[in-house]
């Protein structure tokens, strides 16, 4: 395992955590988080022989600043100029949360870097019909919020990411609030990006999500038809990386195990 600097047209620089030789995976994290929280999956792929590349997206790690206004676009662009440094061919893309929609981006705007999307927490695509509430945004705000006493950002990691008697302390950490780009979808047309091209999917649903609830996954997964699939995970939320680390591995693994049958 090693971290390179991605240098992009742009002049900006991208932090990539750099896993076995024979990289085809690309791990994109949700809001405001970065590729600590792929951690157990990369080391399971990598057992399972899948190398990977696990972005720092702008404004996390070493990773440059974001630059304002942010758009969708330019985040689907970022991952496919990591994707054609550090991996040769089409690369398997993972996005958790906020990942699953750049991935899904990714894999509409620039296919050619796009071998399969697997989506951890799916949403994004909904947010006019099904906007978070008040209150889950609330919690939000308190859970990156270090200024907060430790019990009052536990009690909103729970609400908003957590299912009921999951341990929230690991996400006390590993927040990057100068990230948020949340910005993105005040200019994006979901109807361009959210079914991924034409690409195979994976749904891994958490099936205690206040975020994406689990309809969400199973209408997608009716309007992709038969190139995508719904794995089903209970007793996780929002988090579900620290909350279900094998369920997702496994999930992961066969799908990609999969996509080797069938190309």
């Known amino acids: 395992m090693t971290t390179e600097l991605v240098e992009l047209r742009d002049g900006a620089r991208i932090e990539?955590?750099?896993t076995g030789r024979d990289r085809d995976v690309v791990l994109i994290p949700s809001a405001q988080r970065g590729a600590a929280d792929f951690e157990r999956l990369v080391a399971d792929l990598l057992t399972a022989g899948h190398g990977?590349?696990?972005i720092n997206p702008r404004g996390v790690g070493r990773s440059s600043p974001v630059e304002r206004p942010a758009t969708l676009r330019s985040l689907a662009d970022d991952v496919a100029e990591v994707a054609n440094a550090t991996i040769d061919g089409p690369a398997h893309l993972v996005g958790h949360a906020l990942?699953?929609?750049?991935a899904r981006a990714t894999a509409a705007w620039r296919p050619d870097v796009a071998r399969s999307v697997t989506l951890l927490a799916c949403g994004g695509h909904d947010l006019s019909a099904a906007p978070p509430s008040d209150e889950i945004l609330r919690h939000f705000a308190r859970c990156h919020d270090?200024?907060?006493p430790r019990e009052q950002r536990l009690e909103s990691l729970g609400v908003v990411f957590f299912a009921p008697g999951n341990d929230p302390s690991s996400w006390l950490s590993g927040w990057w609030p100068a990230s948020d780009v949340r910005e993105v979808f005040d200019s994006t047309d979901p109807t361009e990006w959210w079914?991924?091209?034409d690409v195979d999917v994976?749904?891994?649903?958490?099936?205690?999500d206040p975020l994406c609830l689990p309809g969400t996954g199973h209408a997608l997964r009716a309007a992709m038809g038969?190139?995508?699939r719904v794995v089903e995970v209970a007793g996780c939320s929002h988090a579900i990386l620290p909350e279900q680390p094998a369920a997702v591995a496994s999930a992961v693994v066969a799908f990609l195990q999969d996509q080797e049958v069938t190309t």
């Open 16 to 18: 990539v955590v750099l």
């Open 52 to 54: 990977s590349v696990a």
């Open 99 to 102: 990942g699953n929609v750049v």
């Open 146 to 148: 270090a200024s907060l």
């Open 195 to 197: 079914t991924a091209g």
């Open 202 to 208: 994976l749904i891994i649903q958490p099936m205690d």
């Open 226 to 228: 038969t190139r995508a």
